[in-house]
């Protein structure tokens, strides 16, 4: 996959008016479905909130959700009551599937301009537009994952996790601040299954929309990479597991067994902090 209008999602781009414009849209749409559609509730909400406008200087952000729906972003945010109307330079990046947002010129100028970067489902770890998403950690922004990967409205426990935001965690200079969050009612809202197997035409009204902002994951990334290398020292990479670049991450050198090492352990922690908040979030 090559970059797809990388150049709609710079902040320059018309002197950030159409940025401005989609995120504004967006906004009013993502209110209008959360809180006048739908009844809503957001808990701890200050946990994001104060992350997103006031957190140190240089440190990036990522956000990990549960995925429900097709519209679990931008309406979740809606649910904060104005969180996507600030600053469109504070607003997220979001990883955006490729066959579903950028399906053509149209729909892939809006989600660029919105700030959403493509991404290959099944396109591995090191796919070309992974590296934006770690540049926009390196500029110290705010970006939100969906880990699962793929929507699920099961209410089952969280599924593995791909490696995704593991790698981009272990890949940024910074350690990111990660926030977990679980949401819940928004397979009610847009289930996938409405009719003739197809998701509705427009978001269903009349459903309880839930939003559990959790506490930042503690890593201790160094000491993770310590016992990667540890554990794989003395695994032999194949021919084909050469193929990944070698990762230097808190002074290592990681070839692709210790990453994968490293990528396992890190999402264990992130599925677990989920699973926790899902658990309560039942209890709301």
Known sequence: MGRIMEWAARSDHLGGIPRKTVIMAVSAFARAVANLGNKSSVHNADNLMNLV?????????????????????????????????????????????????????????IFRTGKCIPITRGGGIYQEHMNEALQRLKDGSWLHTFPEGKVFQEDVPIRRLK????????RSPVTPIVLPIIHRGFEEMMPENYLNGRRPLVPLHNKNLKVLVGEPIEFDVPMMVETAVLDTRHVTATLQESKWPVLACAGQELDKTAQRCLYIALSEKIQSSLETLRLLAKRL
């Open 53 to 109: 406008q006031s957190r140190p200087p240089g440190v990036p952000l990522i956000t990990v959700s549960n995925h429900m729906s097709t519209l679990d972003d931008p309406v979740m945010w809606g649910a904060f009551k104005g969180l996507l109307s600030l600053d469109p330079e504070l607003a997220r990046w979001v990883l955006a599937a490729e066959d579903i947002c950028f399906r053509n010129p149209i729909f892939s100028y």
């Open 163 to 170: 490696w995704g935001t593991a790698s981009l965690i272990a």
